[in-house]
């Protein structure tokens, strides 16, 4: 079945500084990428995603690279601030509606 | 704005009781989705629904029923609690090939 791993399980960065979390995965029929930011107590958000037929995404301070080949793909936060601090989960849709997620990284920025 | 309730926060249930998680969205979408939440394991589906009256196993449903009798609506049911169905559930719903919305979460501890 489909199977998505996501590196590191958690994270400190001083603020200012960029952070960085990868996913692998292992269904190369995967076509679509969500990255969902969970603040303690709330509910995962959708934060930016990108679809199989692009290699980048740049959402303000929030950039996705996919490299379908090696079959990862990866989330870059720059310019890190104390509100980024969260959980983050990465996941793929592979063929149909439903979504395999990763088991989250818990982002922690240093002031 | 899309909103996706859920019936309760928090709810407390003992051993062998029917328990109904109940799941409401007012965007018209036509997938909807039960997942639960655990600390180290991520996001993992129980069950989805692309229709009224449809649905599909997710990874694990085990223990676990759904009914769809409205498009708003989706319910998840415990036939027969444990105490390893302790856990934070998470509803989602989406168009086809969408990006998912979460509801808020209803955690529930079993006794």
């Known amino acids: 079945g489909e199977n998505v791993e996501q590196h590191p399980s958690t994270l400190s960065v001083q603020e200012g500084d960029s952070a960085v979390i990868k996913c692998t995965y292992s269904?190369?029929?995967?076509?679509?990428f969500p990255w969902y930011k969970q603040e303690l107590g709330k509910r995962p958000q959708l934060i930016i995603d990108i679809r199989s037929n692009v290699g980048e995404k740049k959402d303000q301070r929030i950039a996705v690279t996919l490299n379908k080949t090696a079959k990862h793909f990866s989330l870059h936060i720059t310019e890190t601030q104390p509100e980024d601090s969260a959980v983050y989960f990465c996941a793929g849709a592979f063929g149909n509606e439903k979504l395999t997620f990763g088991t989250g990284t818990r982002l922690t920025i240093i002031p | 704005d899309v909103k996706v309730t859920q019936s309760s926060r928090y709810l407390v249930k003992r051993t062998g009781e029917k328990v109904f998680l109940e799941c409401v969205q007012d965007m018209d979408h036509e997938n909807m989705f039960w997942y639960r939440q655990d600390p180290g394991l991520g996001l993992r589906l129980i069950y989805f629904?692309?229709?009224?009256?449809?649905?599909e196993k997710g990874d694990i449903p085990e223990g676990y029923s759904v009914s769809r009798e409205k498009k708003e609506r989706f319910s998840l049911i415990l036939e027969s609690a444990s105490t390893n169905q302790t856990s934070m559930y998470l509803c989602?719903?989406?168009?086809?090939?969408?990006?998912?919305?979460f509801g808020p979460g209803t955690r529930l501890t079993v006794l």
């Open positions: 989602a719903s989406s168009y086809p090939s969408g990006s998912q919305f």
């Open positions: 269904d190369s029929a995967s076509n679509y």
């Open positions: 629904s692309y229709d009224v009256k449809m649905k």
